[in-house]
């Protein structure tokens, strides 16, 4: 039964080098800023020569030995986020060599101690990029029980694979007409491996073209990297947070020995500096300037996207089914900055419209709006509530409406909309329409208590609160109901109420969704 050894190891670091010698221009090309850095292809080069060195230099009596030595030669110089991504990549495997040989169970289970290790130190991974390439490899073959070289052949084989689907993941790839730069690099690493395993190493081909290229005279956002040593374990979460309300793109990797390399995506370069100088000791600090986002011609493709944040995982299902980028945060979280900045700079096109499923997601877009990392995108926040103004705002949006006119039609769709919300009450308080106990059916429109139903909540004093809320809206006219509903309603309850609803007002239109939100029982929009 073959294994990895040191000469395989040393084969595997001249490959990689070799291989992202000859695709270099190519991976450079790609430049789709912020899923890339503006050099991937010269940083991945970067990175994975001086790893080579380092091992070339040492004398490694294990293959254990030889992946540690190239693992951390590959973290003290990561260049670009791609470069600190790679690094992980190989730390993950060496990892798993110091446990177990690599046979070919064991490289599989590298790959997947690999792909937990570069997932790790991303803030905030997103979908489309190097990290889903690497995860779908470690998840093919997770279960493997080949020979080494049957293993590394299907790893290679199923990067191929997921490489070509990192567009239809990411809108700003599709727009570009490229796959995902980092992706690319790991497919050829990925491939020098499976050559030097298999003792048949080919020339990688290198068929990307650079789509859209573009260039700006005073970028706004720039590439903060640098080395962090003496800095306490405990602090690297705090250390992220900060580094996420500077900017995207956060990296905060360990070599396994002490050290942290650290990577942003921010437009103030002092403060990224200053978080590390604040909790180590910041070395090889090294400062580049980002390619800004390409503009998408009006006309030559998609030039705007409508995005969404809110709470409730079948919400953002929903919304996803309609076409629409959703960032889903858990119930009463407030998006971070990089979130919000993820969610506007990975949308296609120059002109965004987010549409905020509550007020505080609201106050977290509008931030991330005026934030210099989004500086270069037309962003525009239509204020919301509740989830069933954003549901209404997408029920009028037309792709084929002038941008100006979409973006009002959807503001006063949102506006006209009348929400409705039923509660339990978790405490005793006084309302304007008398005293609420703990357990009881409490009924809002727009904001303001409108009826209670003693406790216990009931099927029954459900449907009878909800009948009750929405005759106090259809009141003033409506012709469509929109009902959310929450984790812990009763499972008939929507078809009651929709029954219940057609005797009373038969002229009205209802629909109902799973909404997924923890914080009351039904929301409930008229239109």
């Not at 005759?471 to 219940?500: C, I, K, S, W, Y």
């Amino acid at each position: 039964m073959r294994v990895l050894d040191v000469a395989a190891v040393s084969a595997w670091s001249a490959a990689c080098v070799h291989s992202l010698s000859v695709l270099r221009p190519a991976i450079d090309g790609i430049n789709v800023y912020p899923v890339a850095d503006s050099d991937t292809g010269s940083n991945l080069l970067f990175t994975l020569t001086a790893a080579r060195d380092a091992l070339a230099e040492a004398e490694p009596a294990t293959a254990a030995e030889a992946l540690a030595v190239f693992a951390k030669g590959a973290v003290a110089a990561a260049k670009g986020n791609s470069g600190v991504i790679m690094s992980q990549v190989v730390r993950g495997i060496a990892e798993s060599a110091a446990a177990r040989e690599i046979d070919g169970p064991g490289l599989a289970e590298a790959l997947g101690c690999a792909d937990r290790a570069a997932t790790g130190a991303v803030s905030r991974p997103v979908a489309g990029t190097i990290l889903t390439v690497l995860h779908t490899v470690a998840a093919s073959v997770r279960d493997a029980t080949g020979s080494l070289e049957e293993v590394a052949a299907a790893a290679a084989s199923v990067a191929a694979e997921a490489l070509e689907e990192t567009p239809k993941q990411l809108p700003v790839l599709a727009v570009a007409g490229v796959v995902d730069a980092g992706a690319r690099g790991l497919v050829a690493v990925l491939d020098a491996l499976s050559g030097v395993i298999s003792g048949s190493l080919v020339e990688p081909e290198h068929p990307l073209e650079a789509h859209h290229q573009h260039t700006v005279d005073a970028p706004t956002a720039w590439e903060v990297m640098y080395l962090l040593d003496d800095v306490d374990e405990g602090s690297l979460p705090g250390l992220r947070k900060t580094l996420s309300g500077l900017g995207d793109s956060v990296t905060v990797a360990g070599d396994g020995a002490g050290a942290y390399a650290v990577h942003v995506h921010c437009a103030d370069i002092g403060a990224a500096l200053e978080a590390g100088i604040e909790l180590g000791r910041p070395r090889r600090v090294r400062v580049e300037p980002l390619i800004t986002p390409t503009p998408v011609e009006v006309g030559g493709g998609i030039d705007r996207s409508v995005v969404a944040v809110v709470h409730g995982g079948p919400l953002a299902e929903l919304l996803r089914a309609e076409g629409v980028a959703v960032l889903s945060v858990p119930p009463g979280v407030a998006p971070t900055v990089e979130e919000m900045l993820g969610l506007i700079n990975e949308a296609a096109g120059h002109h965004v419209t987010v549409l905020p499923g509550g007020q505080e997601l609201t106050a977290a877009a509008d931030a991330a709006a005026s934030h210099a990392m989004a500086a270069d995108r037309d962003v525009v926040v239509i204020p919301c509530v509740s989830p069933v103004q954003v549901l209404a705002a997408l029920a009028v949006h037309d792709k084929d409406r002038r941008t100006n006119d979409d973006v009002v039609a959807m503001a006063e769709a949102a506006a006209a909309t009348r929400r409705g919300e039923l509660r339990i009450a978790q405490e005793e308080s006084l309302t304007w329409v008398g005293r609420a106990q703990a357990g009881d059916v409490v009924g809002l429109v727009d904001g303001e208590v409108v009826l209670i139903e003693p406790a216990p909540a009931s099927e029954t004093s459900l449907v009878a609160a909800a009948v009750g809320v929405l005759n106090r809206m259809l009141a003033l006219g409506g012709e469509l109901v929109t009902v959310l509903t929450g984790v812990d309603v009763p499972v008939r309850l929507p078809g009651e109420l929709a029954d219940q609803l057609r005797l009373e007002h038969p002229e009205v239109e209802l629909t109902s969704y799973a909404g997924g939100q923890s914080d009351a029982v039904l929301l409930m929009g008229v239109e």
